[in-house]
Structure formats: structure tokens, C-alpha cells
């Protein structure tokens, strides 16, 4: 009895030991029964090509006072039209072959007493059944690896034909002819097919990127964390699915959470995928972005957009943009009036009391189609009047930088997350040193389109309006509402641009040589997206 106790808090260490050492994967492709089966038509198609150049060896013996030899063993043809892939649990693969056939020519030669004779023959094997078991796992690098664990073939009918005229001379030693070249090629089929496993799809699974270069600054981690794991219905390989940095490699923050997966589904990318590299490009200082004044003032000044009016009150905080056609109605407002002031080329101008509304004071914002309006002190007076006098006329920048990495979530809705970015403005001084100005903290809601293109995830993100808070200022108080409208421009027009660009060139798959996908399929679920697509493998020539 004591002995069973020890049996079973043993037992319940290991337990323990085994799940707070399992590490959860980041990202899973997912084999489905019909991968599998495509994967067998290709296999088969390879397994017949190696069969079909067998090298048999000569054989030769004696039957009674009959000497004989055969050589020049030539396969010439071996199909495999009825095969079977099967996942088996905590082994890997079975592949099951039937009622294949195999046709192979020689030559013979034949001494009895005083005869001799010597031709050619047919030699025609049928029902042929193989049953091969692959056992998957991985090295020390996190690539797969795969290897013949069993193999065993078994041929129903041998039929030989020789050609010459003396059958009853061939009747000696028919029966023996056949029964050691079936025994011949029971054994060389296994041994070629664990030659082809090892040269052949050993070679190809090892194409598999354990890790993938991004850029000069990012890596992604694709290496297995587990061996592949076999159920009755798929193949899955977890991979660790990890963003890093290339001259700041650490440990995530954070692990990936355990994910239930539907049935079906085929490769999964976990939010920790995704938020890791936010991680990486952010330790990368990759996330550090200038708005200048070549950026924003494009090609053409003179094509602008819309016109608006932010007619604002004064005794209470509505506020709204209508068209420069809509009357302010009930307003009931007075907040002075101002002489129209047009600030530079971009249109922007701060406004006096609307003509047929005395009351309402109108910020009118005319929109470039390529925000190119100027980006200096001046056309930054109008919200902060002080920067004129201290410097007047000068250029400025922002530097948009985050204090601290994105962080995403994944649901049914798909791909959102709120950043916070640290805008800092600059005036550029003659001498081209910097002046800090003021230091905005952004923030707004970004919402995520993941799509597969060419073997890559790629996608575009969209901002929602911006909300600005006044985290430093150089040159005193001033309100940032009046802002908040030039703001979104600047991000919308220069920055995002640029991340989509990013985003466009997008992020390598795990894919084995060869491979192409096509029919691509994207769902949300929660903590993970689910990337389906079908298979094609391009053969070599």
C-alpha cells in the first residue's frame, strides 16, 4: 500500500512537472485529413519514380542439378494506385499501399549437365501491399524530423515468362525463380522507401524556417516547441510563432494562452504572436517616426479638399462640423469677433462670427487632398499664438515615438488595439538645432485587415479619430481642441501611410519549399486568427 502511494505522488510530480514545463505555441499549422490526402497523391507520385529505378541484384542458385543465373534486373514500370495516409497518435503517419504491380525485365542463363541456354525474361509482380509507419519529431534546433519506424511489403503473385524453347527446362527451376525475387523485392522495396523517406522528405521537411528575417532589425521564431503531434483527425506543429528583436533579443513578458481550436481549422496566429511584435519593434526602436515638412507638404498645394466649419459655443461646449452652406442654427453665442486670418498656403484660417449668426465663432479647416499645407510656426499660431514671437516663421517636426509597445486583441470582430504615441514638436532652428515645443500623448482606436498574399500575412490598419492630452509644453498653455482636427490629418496623411506601406510588404509564413497556397481563408476568433488555405506542391522541373 505504501509503495502504491509513492507509485502515485511520483506520478502526480510528473504531472505537475509537465505542465509548468509545457509551453504553449504561438502560432499552429494544422494538417486536416484533406491535406494529408493531397500530401499522399504527391508522396505516391514520388514513391513511384524511386521504385521504378530499383536496382535489383543478379541472383543465382541451384535447383536440383540445374544451375541458373539472372541479371540485369530492370524495373520498368511500378504503380501505386491505391494508397491510404492515416495519423496515428503519439507515433506520426501510417501509409498504407494495396493492390499495387510492378513489371520488371532481365536476362537468364541456364546449365543442365550438358545443355546450356540463355534469353531473356518478363517477370510481372502483382497485388503488392506495403504498410509504412513515419515517426515524427524534431532536433535540437526546433526543425522537424521524420524517419521510418516501420516498413514491411508483402507480393501475393509473381509470374515469370521466359523466352526460349526449352519449357520443360525453365519448369525446373520456375517455382524457385520466383519465390527469390519476390523475396528480393519485398525487401528492396522497404529499403528504397526508407532511402526516399531520408533523402527525399527528411530534405523537404527541413525546409521549414526556423526562423525568418524580416528586415534588418526583426526576426520571427517559426521553431517547433513540441514534436508534430498526430490525432485521428489532423497533423498539428505547434511553432513557438515569436517576434524578436535582432540585436535585443529577450524573453516575451508575457506566454501564450492555451487555444481551443474548432474542428477543421487549419493554421492559427494567437494574439501573442502579433503583440510580440509589437515587443520586437519597439525594443528595435523601430517605432519612431518624424513628420516633416517635405512629408506633408506634397507635390501640389494648389489641389485642395473640402471645407469645413467647426462652429463651436460659448456658453456651453457643443460643438460641431457642418458645411460652410449650413446655417448655425439656435445657437444663441458670442464669443467676439476676429478678422479672418489665412495661414499659408494649406488653407487653414481662423474665422470671425458667421454673417448671419453673430454668435458662433467658426474654426474653418480646409482639407488638402495631400495635407500639403506648410508645417511652421506660422500656420501653428493660430492654436498657439506665443510661438509666433518666440519663433517666427520657423519650421517645424514632430517626433512620434511610443512610450511603450502595442498591445492588441483578437476577437470575433476581428484585430483592435489603442496605442499611445508621444508626439513631440520641434521648431527647427537657422542653425538646424531643435527647440522642443510642446509634447502631445495620442491616442485612438486602430482596427486591423489581416489578409495572405504570396506566402505572407500582410495587412492595413485604420485609425478612428485621435485624442490628444498635453503631456509638456515650452511655450505655455494653450487649447488643444482647436488641434485636434490638424492632428488627424498629420497622422492620417503621413504616418499611417507609411505603416500600411510597411504592413503591405508583409510577414513571412511557415512554408516548406515548394509550397503554394491559394483559396485563402481568414477568420477571427477569440485570442486567435485562423488562416485556411489549400495547398500546391510544385515538383522540382
Not at 524530423?145 to 509470374?159: E, F, G, H, P
Request: net charge positive.
Amino acid at each position: 500500500m505504501g509503495m502504491q502511494s509513492v507509485a502515485v505522488a511520483c506520478g502526480a510530480l510528473a504531472l505537475c512537472l509537465a505542465l509548468t514545463t509545457a509551453t504553449n505555441p504561438g502560432f499552429v499549422v494544422r494538417m486536416t485529413q484533406a491535406g494529408l490526402d493531397y500530401a499522399q497523391q504527391q508522396g505516391m507520385a514520388i514513391l513511384e519514380k524511386e521504385l521504378a529505378q530499383l536496382k535489383l541484384p543478379d541472383i543465382s542458385g541451384k535447383s536440383g542439378k540445374v544451375r541458373y543465373e539472372l541479371s540485369r534486373l530492370r524495373i520498368t514500370s511500378f504503380r501505386l494506385p491505391h494508397s491510404r495516409i492515416t495519423p496515428i497518435s503519439n507515433v506520426g503517419l501510417e501509409v498504407s499501399i494495396s493492390n499495387s504491380f510492378a513489371e520488371l525485365n532481365g536476362d537468364w542463363r541456364v546449365k543442365f549437365l550438358f545443355i546450356r541456354d540463355h534469353g531473356s525474361f518478363n517477370l510481372k509482380v502483382e497485388n503488392v501491399y506495403m504498410k509504412i509507419v513515419l515517426r515524427l519529431g524534431s532536433d535540437t534546433t526546433g526543425k522537424p524530423t521524420i524517419s521510418t519506424s516501420d516498413c514491411s511489403a508483402s507480393i501475393s503473385k509473381v509470374r515469370v515468362r521466359f523466352s526460349g524453347k526449352l519449357g520443360w527446362l525453365y519448369n525446373l527451376f520456375h517455382s524457385v525463380i520466383e519465390s527469390k525475387l519476390r523475396k528480393s523485392l519485398e525487401r528492396k522495396v522497404c529499403d528504397n522507401v526508407a532511402k526516399s523517406v531520408q533523402n527525399e522528405l527528411q530534405k523537404q521537411i527541413q525546409t521549414l524556417p526556423v526562423t525568418a528575417r524580416i528586415d534588418d532589425k526583426i526576426g520571427i521564431d517559426y521553431s517547433l516547441v513540441a514534436p508534430p503531434r498526430a490525432t485521428a483527425q489532423s497533423l498539428d506543429a505547434d511553432l513557438k510563432g515569436e517576434f524578436y528583436s535582432l540585436a535585443h533579443r529577450s524573453t516575451a513578458p508575457f506566454s501564450p494562452l492555451p487555444l481551443a481550436f474548432p474542428p477543421g481549422s487549419r493554421a492559427h496566429a494567437s494574439s501573442y504572436f502579433f503583440n510580440t511584435a509589437g515587443i520586437a519593434y519597439h525594443k528595435a526602436g523601430a517605432l519612431v517616426f518624424e513628420i516633416t515638412e517635405a512629408m506633408v507638404s506634397g507635390r501640389s498645394r494648389t489641389k485642395m479638399g473640402k471645407r469645413f466649419h467647426l462652429l463651436r459655443c460659448s456658453r456651453s461646449s457643443q460643438q460641431s462640423w457642418r458645411s460652410p452652406n449650413k446655417r448655425a442654427e439656435g445657437c444663441g453665442m458670442g464669443l467676439g469677433c476676429q478678422t479672418w486670418q489665412h495661414l499659408g498656403t494649406g488653407g487653414l484660417a481662423m474665422g470671425s462670427s458667421v454673417p448671419h449668426c453673430p454668435r458662433v465663432t467658426v474654426l474653418s479647416l480646409q482639407i488638402p487632398k495631400k495635407a500639403g499645407f506648410s508645417l511652421d510656426t506660422s500656420a501653428f499660431s493660430a492654436f498657439i499664438p506665443q510661438l509666433e514671437e518666440m519663433y517666427p516663421n520657423m519650421p517645424m517636426k514632430f517626433r512620434l515615438s511610443t512610450p511603450t509597445a502595442p498591445f492588441l486583441t483578437i476577437g470575433p470582430g476581428g484585430i483592435s488595439f489603442q496605442p499611445i504615441v508621444d508626439a513631440q514638436a520641434y521648431a527647427i532652428l537657422p542653425n538646424s538645432s531643435l527647440a522642443p515645443l510642446f509634447l502631445l500623448s495620442l491616442t485612438g482606436n486602430v482596427s486591423a485587415v489581416i489578409n495572405v498574399r504570396s506566402g505572407r500575412i500582410v495587412g492595413s490598419l485604420d485609425v478612428g479619430r485621435i485624442r490628444l492630452s498635453l503631456k509638456d509644453s515650452a511655450v505655455g498653455h494653450f487649447q488643444l481642441r482647436m488641434m485636434q482636427s490638424l492632428m488627424n490629418i498629420l497622422t492620417s496623411n503621413t504616418l499611417l501611410p507609411r505603416l500600411n506601406a510597411r504592413l503591405d510588404e508583409g510577414f513571412p509564413l511557415p512554408l516548406l519549399d515548394r509550397i503554394q497556397l491559394s483559396n485563402i481563408l481568414v477568420r477571427f476568433h477569440q485570442n486567435f486568427l485562423l488562416l485556411g488555405a489549400d495547398i500546391r506542391f510544385q515538383p522540382r522541373g
